[in-house]
């Protein structure tokens, strides 16, 4: 990022600048679909000021993958808390989000899931356990206000149908509702939860 005369440096700046430019590229090509001077071209930097922030392609890969769960997991907690106080619409919201993104023309699956299948036991690995992690704790959060006596099953049954109806999306044309039947199997297993009055 070419730095105005008379300007200072700002390392943060930089390094977010680099990621928010990365992250596109890296979605679209794949991790291994673009290389190193590419991205530096595409982002506007030197390898050095790459390499300075981000220590390898690979640093920069894991921070993009970091970045992109934090903004994915934070998208489902507002359309979450949007949706108002009932665990039901809220459960809706995630589903209903999911189903906007999926309908999307860049969709390409969920980054995550597509690092951790592309470089197996790599630090895209770990990023992609700690990204369903998050989902599952927001999930986990919903079961809980919703009474069910066994939330974090319930969580994890969800998390499955979440993640799921992302990948059926992306490898499956020929089931383009996927998030929409996820989340009615989604409301089935609250209902059935949760404890009658």
């Known amino acids: 990022m070419p730095v105005p005369k008379g300007s200072t440096l700002d390392p943060d700046r930089t390094r977010a600048a680099i ?33 300075r922030h981000f220590g390898s392609k690979e640093g920069l890969i ?22 108002g106080d009932d665990p039901a ?25 597509n690092a951790g299948a592309q470089h197996h036991g790599g630090p895209e690995l770990d990023v992609a356990g700690r990204h369903l992690e ?31 109806c992302t990948v059926v999306a992306d490898q499956h044309p020929g089931t383009p509702y996927a998030a929409r039947l996820a989340r009615d199997a989604a409301l089935t297993l609250l209902a059935t939860a949760r404890p009658t009055p």
């Open 19 to 51: 990621i928010d430019t990365a992250m596109p590229i890296l979605y679209e090509r794949g991790l291994d679909g673009v290389g190193v001077a590419e991205l530096c071209t595409a982002v506007g930097v030197s390898k050095e000021t790459l390499y």
């Open 62 to 83: 894991e921070a993009v993958l970091e970045a992109r769960s934090e903004r994915v997991t934070r998208w489902l907690r507002e359309a979450v808390e949007a949706a």
């Open 89 to 113: 619409d809220q459960l809706a919201a995630v589903f209903d989000a999911l189903s906007g993104w999926h309908a999307e023309p860049g969709f390409r699956g969920c980054a995550l899931l």
């Open 134 to 164: 998050r989902r599952l704790a927001l999930l986990t959060s919903i079961a809980d206000r919703a009474g069910v006596a066994d939330p974090g099953a319930l969580a994890r049954q969800w998390l499955v149908l979440v993640t799921g």
